[in-house]
């Protein structure tokens, strides 16, 4: 099983990035994802979650209206696109595999939003 997260970079306050996860090694489609941050010395937060089929998302308050997070079950790919970012948005992103009592974890994509 893989989880592999890309995107991540430098970022200004404002800016957007888009994070993806690649997934491998089981049946992605039976799977919900989601993702988690966490930021120095802070515990990991969800950010948001996607249902296997894609029907039905939810975020974390502080990101509505500024994340969005999506998937291409053909693709076995899952996306975070964020925007408005902000300094306190910094964070490692983590991909999150979840059915069942069956979970993955990918390594994390760091994102740094600073001027």
């Known amino acids: 099983v893989q989880l592999v997260e890309s995107g991540g970079g430098l970022v200004q306050p404002g800016g957007s990035l888009r994070l993806s996860c690649a997934a491998s090694g089981f049946t992605f489609s039976s799977y919900a994802m989601s993702w988690y941050r966490q930021a120095p010395g802070k515990e990991r937060e969800l950010v948001a979650i996607?249902?296997?089929?894609?029907?039905?998302?939810n975020y974390a308050d502080s990101m509505k209206g500024r994340f969005a997070i999506s998937r291409d079950n053909n693709k076995n790919t899952v996306y975070l696109q964020m925007s408005s970012l902000k300094p306190e948005d910094t964070a490692v992103y983590y991909c999150h595999a979840h059915s069942g009592w069956r979970r993955y974890w990918g390594q994390g994509t760091q994102v740094t939003v600073s001027s």
């Open positions: 996607i249902t296997s089929a894609g029907g039905s998302t």
